[in-house]
């Protein structure tokens, strides 16, 4: 059976432990607690750390609803005592400059504390908001002007995100009729099944031209992405592994694996393979290492992986870590739309920022006359 516990999540327990501590001595100090009062914080923060490691081995070797319900309190737990430690920490800084020892000021920083968990709570449960843009293309042939391409990235189904978020975004196919459904990686939780009923309803979902589908981290941590490749395949969903086709006669997308995880140079090696005079709808998940695509021709890249940072302020660290980190972008003559995603990895939290499917809708803007 495989170890329940990477380095990573190691090193995710420990610092939810460091959070914790934190937030137990903010409390002795700042409302300078007796010996009961500290025993008790301490107690707590014992416990609430423990919570996530916990419920990772016992969702390992005793699976089930109860597995999965610890699951998600233990990473609920997690992203919270990540917010209150920030928020805590800042509070700190702000009432030192202040010079403020006032159990009053405490007070009002733990009830702001609590606000910005319920906040996170309500932002992360949100259905994927619907985004729209346009993309102008001069070279654009007449007949694929109105071209419309939903967007779908980043939503880790599995047991913390079931197939009811799935539903969704089906119902939001449905109504908005794209020519193309893109996925763009990070479909699936690494090593997770699916849940029963996903290819249904993959198979349902709406798309005038079809589906296609690029891998993320998370789906290539199993068998090389084999796997769910070949899930894809399956449910009639066009799995682009370093490939090209036509969706529709002129228009060419090309998709590759995950650049980190997979071959870093694949977008290399499949720049020179493409034709220039078509427009180019490029998917991959990680936001950089296609230099060479956007080089020449024009068109439109999909890509996905930051979620935004999810939870503030992850994102000030992520944007000097990433090219392009979020929102739309232009290289030379392509486009370049990163998503926030469709949904939320590890804790069920999003704070300041929100999940979304992107509806680009491709369209002609050649000079007068033509």
Request: proline share 5%; aromatic share 12%; charged share 20%.
């Given at each position: 059976?495989?170890?329940?516990?990477?380095?990573?999540?190691?090193?995710?327990?420990?610092?939810?432990?460091?959070?914790?501590?934190?937030?137990?001595?903010?409390?002795?100090?700042?409302?300078?607690?007796?010996s009961?009062?500290?025993?008790?914080?301490?107690?707590a923060?014992?416990?609430?750390?423990?919570?996530?490691?916990?419920?990772?081995?016992?969702s390992?070797?005793?699976?089930?609803?109860?597995?999965?319900?610890?699951?998600?309190?233990?990473?609920?737990?997690?992203?919270?005592?990540?917010?209150?430690?920030?928020?805590?920490?800042?509070?700190?800084?702000?009432?030192?400059?202040?010079?403020?020892?006032?159990?009053?000021?405490?007070?009002?920083?733990?009830?702001?504390?609590?606000?910005?968990?319920?906040?996170?709570?309500?932002?992360?449960?949100?259905?994927?908001?619907?985004?729209?843009?346009?993309?102008?293309l001069?070279?654009?042939?007449?007949?694929?002007?109105?071209?419309?391409?939903?967007?779908?990235?980043?939503?880790?189904l599995?047991?913390?995100?079931?197939?009811?978020?799935?539903?969704?975004?089906?119902?939001?196919?449905?109504?908005?009729?794209?020519?193309?459904?893109?996925?763009?990686?990070?479909?699936?939780?690494?090593?997770?099944?699916?849940?029963?009923?996903?290819?249904?309803?993959?198979?349902?979902?709406?798309?005038?031209r079809?589906?296609?589908?690029?891998?993320?981290?998370?789906?290539?941590?199993?068998?090389?992405?084999?796997?769910?490749?070949a899930?894809?395949?399956?449910?009639?969903?066009?799995?682009?592994?370093?490939?090209?086709?036509?969706?529709?006669?002129?228009?060419?997308?090309?998709?590759?694996?995950?650049?980190?995880?997979?071959?870093?140079?694949?977008?290399?090696?499949?720049?020179?393979?493409?034709?220039?005079?078509?427009?180019?709808?490029?998917?991959?998940?990680?936001?950089?290492?296609?230099?060479?695509?956007?080089?020449?021709?024009?068109?439109?890249?999909?890509s996905?992986?930051?979620?935004?940072?999810?939870?503030?302020?992850?994102?000030?660290?992520?944007?000097?870590?990433?090219?392009?980190?979020?929102?739309?972008?232009?290289?030379?003559?392509?486009?370049?739309?990163?998503?926030?995603?469709?949904?939320?990895?590890?804790?069920?939290?999003?704070?300041?920022?929100?999940?979304?499917?992107?509806?680009?809708?491709?369209?002609?803007?050649?000079?007068p006359?033509?």
């Amino acid at each position: 059976m495989r170890n329940p516990f990477s380095l990573f999540g190691l090193g995710l327990s420990l610092f939810c432990l460091a959070f914790n501590l934190y937030a137990a001595w903010w409390l002795v100090r700042r409302l300078a607690l007796r010996s009961a009062g500290r025993f008790l914080a301490i107690e707590a923060a014992l416990l609430l750390s423990a919570l996530y490691p916990s419920a990772r081995v016992y969702s390992q070797y005793l699976p089930g609803q109860l597995a999965d319900a610890a699951l998600w309190l233990g990473f609920f737990v997690l992203g919270a005592s990540f917010i209150v430690f920030w928020w805590l920490a800042l509070c700190d800084l702000l009432l030192w400059a202040a010079r403020v020892r006032a159990r009053g000021a405490a007070g009002a920083c733990l009830a702001a504390a609590v606000f910005l968990v319920g906040l996170a709570s309500w932002q992360g449960r949100k259905d994927p908001e619907v985004v729209r843009l346009e993309i102008p293309l001069e070279d654009l042939p007449q007949a694929l002007d109105g071209f419309s391409i939903l967007q779908v990235s980043d939503l880790h189904l599995g047991r913390m995100n079931s197939l009811e978020r799935l539903a969704q975004i089906a119902a939001v196919a449905e109504a908005v009729k794209p020519d193309l459904v893109a996925f763009t990686g990070d479909f699936s939780e690494r090593r997770e099944r699916m849940p029963e009923g996903t290819c249904e309803m993959l198979r349902s979902m709406k798309a005038l031209r079809g589906k296609a589908a690029v891998l993320g981290n998370h789906d290539m941590f199993s068998g090389g992405g084999q796997p769910t490749a070949a899930f894809f395949e399956s449910c009639g969903v066009k799995t682009l592994r370093n490939e090209i086709y036509e969706p529709v006669p002129g228009l060419l997308a090309a998709g590759v694996d995950d650049l980190r995880r997979g071959d870093r140079d694949a977008a290399a090696r499949l720049a020179p393979l493409l034709d220039r005079a078509k427009p180019l709808l490029f998917l991959s998940h990680q936001p950089e290492g296609f230099d060479g695509i956007t080089a020449a021709g024009f068109g439109l890249v999909l890509s996905g992986h930051t979620h935004e940072g999810q939870i503030f302020p992850l994102g000030l660290l992520e944007y000097r870590m990433f090219k392009y980190f979020y929102g739309l972008y232009r290289a030379g003559d392509f486009y370049i739309y990163v998503t926030s995603g469709a949904g939320t990895w590890g804790p069920p939290l999003r704070l300041f920022t929100r999940s979304e499917l992107p509806l680009l809708t491709l369209r002609r803007s050649g000079p007068p006359g033509l």
